[in-house]
T-cell receptor
Framework: AQSVTQLDSHVSVSEGTPVLLRCNYSSSYSPSLFWYVQHPNKGLQLLLKYTSAATLVKGINGFEAEFKKSETSFHLTKPSAHMSDAAEYFC???????????????FGPGTRLSVLP | AAGVIQSPRHLIKEKRETATLKCYPI?????VYWYQQGPGQDPQFLISFYEKMQSDKGSIPDRFSAQQFSDYHSELNMSSLELGDSALYFC??????????????FGPGTRLTVT
């Protein structure tokens, strides 16, 4: 069974300062990992994905994440926060051996990012 | 690029009524997923279809049913609506793993309000 922990339910940063959103996972196999962002009353947008290629993954809008197997982590970072980054962020773990099964796509509880002017 | 389309975007129904939500996946995507997201919650998986066959079932109530049609669009049918069914309903689509792409692409959601 897989699971995802997002250690912070709410993170608040000032505009122009770095962002760190933490994600730890549990999986019995080398997982695929994803970060999604959800702006208020909007759908979920894929930010980036890790699928056993490079451990440092670059995504859209200046975000990146590093897969660390020894720490079972996939933290999301951005060097400089922008007001438009304020949103809910979800970390997702998936077992790439299992195809097409919805329950294989396990969401974390989400982290709400606030960006202060 | 084409995205997942959902209709309607907003729906208001009364208790005990029925509702039908529609989802049009990204072209050439063969798998559709339905999720329910309550206020302040992460999306909860309801049901998925691969090549028009149900591939997995999550926490979908017996009052709900879904299907995927020959053109790959999907419909979620909800009957005997309850106040607790008020939520944002997302559809997502993906291509099967054999094509090397596995991530899910989400639609904008349908906000269902049951009064």
């Amino acid at each position: 069974a897989q699971s995802v922990t997002q250690l912070d339910s709410h993170v608040s940063v000032s505009e122009g300062t770095p962002v760190l959103l933490r994600c730890n996972y549990s999986s019995s196999y080398s997982p695929s990992l994803f970060w999604y962002v959800q702006h208020p009353n909007k759908g979920l947008q894929l930010l980036l994905k890790y699928t056993s290629a490079a451990t440092l993954v670059k995504g859209i809008n200046g975000f990146e994440a590093e897969f660390k197997k020894s720490e079972t982590s996939f933290h999301l970072t951005k060097p400089s926060a922008h007001m438009s980054d304020a949103a809910e962020y979800f970390c997702v773990v998936s077992d790439p051996r299992i195809r097409n099964y919805g329950q294989n796509f396990v969401f974390g509880p989400g982290t709400r990012l606030s960006v202060l002017p | 690029a084409a995205g997942v389309i959902q209709s309607p975007r907003h729906l208001i129904k009364e208790k005990r009524e029925t509702a039908t939500l529609k989802c049009y996946p990204i072209p050439r995507h063969d798998t559709v997923y339905w999720y329910q997201q309550g206020p302040g919650q992460d999306p909860q998986f309801l049901i998925s279809f691969y090549e028009k066959m149900q591939s997995d079932k999550g926490s979908i109530p017996d009052r709900f049913s879904a299907q995927q049609f020959s053109d790959y669009h999907s419909e979620l049918n909800m009957s005997s609506l309850e106040l607790g069914d008020s939520a944002l309903y997302f559809c997502a689509s993906s291509r099967s793993w054999t094509s090397g792409l596995y991530e899910q692409y989400f639609g904008p959601g349908t906000r269902l309000t049951v009064t």
